[in-house]
């Protein structure tokens, strides 16, 4: 809880004698992990339920998983060796604002994104000093916290007249009902009706302006306009946002729904916020978006040439980058080998990328990578990736996102192949986000640091640490061939998937056997420049041992390089060139 009441409360000047925390890691370098405060860690002192390197399965208490289970910020701060061992070097929390029926544990709004105290920690996560003490000892470990952040609406704090559901018509503004209570919202000056659209709820969510005008189904929508209430209303939000830069130091915030909050405030937070960040000396403040669709929709919010007109005035959006939801709609399905999933859709999601930037190392600072999160839309069931996916393919899929373009990010419970299917049930939120501790037993928790998959991700993101190829080089999927003669991308499953990653004359290959069942023996290029030395060889440096040599395709007219590769069901390996090009 906090004594702050009105905006006005509060001071923006830095904290005297502060020094706000900034490194020279770019944010484009990070490796992120996404948790949601209620689902990560309680207060409990517990041990890992199974200390084996088998998976766990989190609880499937449909009831149980509806409400808050306890998680809180104490117990994230108490576990950052699991998290920093597994090689994330950020933390992206799940709203921790005080959201709508604090502190009721029976309250469905444990995700977070029911806020109805902008300028208060809520109780069931903690305190705004639990806040600091977190990102203090992230700091200490050199590791970023991102908040996640919404300004597209409030909590449901107020109803419409009869406090039925009101549905979005026509862009009728509908009158005000009454507020659920006589001291929330917070600040105060969130208590004034015209700061709120009041279009009733969203029928078509792709339709202009109803996904921007309307409510998210109870959650009441901020009225964003360039008129005297909407900049009113603006000022407040980035003034709330920006005392948590001041009083936590935080690093990054994550702006939930971009795509439903006007451009011009958009912009005009996401530039606020920077210049906040600039004057705290905080220079790689990190600004991405959630942003469900498809690239044409990427492409006006993040890039070089981002600007658009609205009105007179000439809009830049402000955003780093935003969640690549493009490549999340096709890579699991790839990576599992299914057949309606050729990888051919994979190579067409970045050739769509292409006209983004001039060279394709620099695509991959505009996106954030995932194959699961809290949500799954367009999972039809909803479950997570490890829903029926051996051990393998759930460390090839976070294995991908390290070694592909973009800045990876992995869902909590990812890493102890949590699947979220429930208890013969078709999927749902709920199952998606089990706790990474045990309901039924408190002195138990999935934090199991032996895990199979645990320990091959924390492998892998220590490769990604190390080459900065993996960070900042150009793609190239690459062609494979089964008799070392005739070459082509694969067409069909399963395959082979290879790659290489370029960066200032050095070259890295992934491949992946995308079977479940099948070896592979494939032979895949590489590029002939950088392995054209006498006896050029490639090394493992994940996923294999030894080296494999570098062969002349049998054609003298053709200068082709490849190497043969042996790769078991699912087998995900990295490799490297034992030597420079000049020897």
Aim: hydrophobic residues 35%; negative net charge.
């Amino acid at each position: 809880m906090t004594d702050i009441t009105s905006i006005n409360d509060i001071s923006l000047e830095p904290i005297p004698g502060k020094k706000y925390w900034d490194i020279d890691r770019l944010w484009t370098e990070e490796f992120i992990y996404f948790l949601l405060v209620d689902r990560f860690h309680d207060n409990n002192d517990r041990q890992p339920a199974n200390t084996s390197s088998n998976r766990s399965q989190g609880s499937q208490d449909g009831t149980k998983l509806s409400k808050f289970c306890g998680g809180t910020l104490k117990g994230i701060q108490n576990h950052l060796d699991y998290i920093q061992n597994l090689g994330c070097t950020a933390i992206w929390l799940s709203p921790i604002f005080e959201n709508n029926d604090a502190p009721n544990p029976d309250s469905g709004s444990y995700h977070g994104y029911s806020i109805q105290d902008y300028v208060s920690i809520d109780p069931r996560f903690g305190t705004k000093q639990d806040l600091i003490d977190l990102v203090e000892a992230a700091h200490s470990r050199e590791m970023r916290v991102i908040l996640d952040v919404v300004i597209n609406h409030s909590g449901d704090n107020w109803g419409y007249p009869g406090d039925y559901p009101y549905y979005y018509y026509n862009d009728i503004q509908f009158p005000f009902g009454s507020w659920r209570s006589d001291t929330r919202p917070l600040p105060i000056e969130l208590r004034n009706p015209d700061y709120y659209h009041r279009r009733g709820r969203i029928r078509n969510w792709s339709a202009y302006p109803d996904y921007v005008h309307g409510d998210f189904e109870s959650l009441k929508d901020f009225n964003n306009d360039e008129d005297a209430n909407g900049l009113a209303l603006q000022e407040v939000l980035i003034k709330a946002h920006c005392y948590w830069m001041r009083e936590a130091d935080i690093d990054g915030f994550r702006m939930d729904a971009v795509k439903h909050i006007g451009p011009l405030a958009s912009a005009r937070f996401a530039s606020a916020i920077r210049e906040y960040a600039y004057r705290l000396g905080k220079r790689e403040f990190f600004l991405f978006g959630e942003l469900i669709d498809q690239d044409d929709a990427i492409n006006r919010f993040v890039g070089p040439n981002t600007s658009t007109q609205t009105g007179d005035k000439t809009v830049f959006f402000g955003l780093n980058s935003v969640l690549d939801f493009p490549l999340y709609y096709v890579l699991p399905n790839v990576l599992k080998g299914f057949q309606y999933a050729p990888p051919q859709q994979l190579f067409n999601r970045y050739e769509a990328q292409q006209h983004r930037a001039l060279s394709m190392g620099e695509l991959g600072r505009y996106l954030v990578t995932f194959i699961d999160n809290h949500d799954q839309p367009g999972q039809n069931p909803r479950w997570r990736f490890g829903a029926d996916a051996p051990d393998p393919q759930i460390i090839a899929g976070i294995g991908y996102l390290l070694c592909a373009l973009g800045t990876p990010c992995i869902y909590y419970g990812t890493e102890q192949g949590f699947s979220g299917k429930g208890n013969n049930d078709a999927g749902g939120d709920r199952f998606i986000r089990e706790p990474l501790f045990s309901l039924e037993n408190n002195t138990q928790n999935y934090l199991n640091p032996n895990c199979n998959i645990y320990q091959e991700i924390a492998k892998i993101a220590q490769v990604f640490k190390t080459q900065a190829v993996l960070r900042f080089g150009r793609i190239y999927f690459r062609e494979i061939s089964g008799n070392g003669r005739d070459f082509g991308l694969p067409k069909g499953q399963p395959c082979t998937l290879a790659f290489s990653r370029i960066l200032g004359f050095q070259e890295v290959l992934i491949a992946y056997n995308t079977s479940y069942n099948e070896s592979r023996e494939d032979y895949v290029i590489v590029d002939r420049d950088l392995n054209s030395a006498v006896n050029a060889k490639l090394k493992f440096l994940y996923g294999g041992s030894g080296e494999v040599e570098v062969k002349k395709h049998p054609d003298p007219n053709n200068s082709a390089r490849f190497v043969q590769l042996f790769l078991k069901p699912m087998q995900f390996v990295i490799l490297q060139p034992t030597t420079s090009p000049s020897s």
